[in-house]
């Protein structure tokens, strides 16, 4: 079982950045984002795997950097240039292989003010 342990969420104007945090309990091989915005399903926003091989939903590619500290079992997501369309509760995973999350944080509420 791993535990993941989200920081960073908040209030922020548009155009403005953030930075999450996401702390693990154990070594996985692929952490992430999802996040979920009211009204619509969650969906994928960023994947980095422990070779650092990275994936990124389309609506944030420039904007949102994925990156990991392996030696902290950490994972990070910069957010730059937020849109209101970013809004939404943004929730940290990890995954033994490349499927879908096996665990998930309790989110942290992201919310873009335009």
């Known amino acids: 079982q791993v535990q993941l342990v989200e920081s960073g969420g908040g209030l922020v104007q548009a155009g403005g950045s953030l930075r999450l945090s996401c702390a693990a309990s154990?070594?996985?091989?692929?952490m992430g984002w999802y996040r979920q915005a009211p009204g619509k399903q969650r969906e994928l926003v960023a994947r980095?795997?422990?070779?650092?091989?990275?994936r990124y939903a389309d609506s944030v590619k420039g904007r949102f950097t994925i990156s990991r500290d392996n030696a902290k079992n950490m994972v990070y997501l910069q957010m730059n240039s937020l849109k209101s369309e970013d809004t939404a509760v943004y929730y940290c995973?990890?995954?033994w292989g490349l499927g879908l999350p096996n665990y998930w944080g309790q989110g942290t509420q992201v919310t873009v003010s335009s």
């Open positions: 995973t990890a995954t």
């Open positions: 154990g070594s996985i091989f692929s």
């Open positions: 980095i795997t422990g070779g650092s091989n990275t």
